[in-house]
């Protein structure tokens, strides 16, 4: 995937994916998805976010899920 507005460097929040270099991590703006009550609620916190940038954010993720299964009969 070629995701141009998420970026990891090692020298930035410890190298977890960030939005534009920003000290705004991937997890951070999900986080901020769950608990705020909408999509402008999360701009308003976060002036410096773009959609484009909140879009991203949920791609990326999506993208890095584990597809792993797990059965829980076996439990």
């Known amino acids: 995937m070629d ?3 998420i970026t990891v460097d090692p020298a930035t929040m410890n190298g977890q994916p960030c939005i534009r270099g920003m000290r705004i991590t991937v997890r951070r703006v999900l986080e901020a998805l769950s ?3 909408d999509l402008a609620a999360v701009l308003q916190e976060y002036p410096e976010l773009e959609e484009e940038d909140i879009r991203e954010a949920l791609d990326f993720a999506a993208h890095n899920l584990c597809d792993e299964t797990i059965d829980l009969d076996a439990a």
């Open 3 to 5: 995701w141009r507005r």
């Open 35 to 37: 608990t705020l009550p």
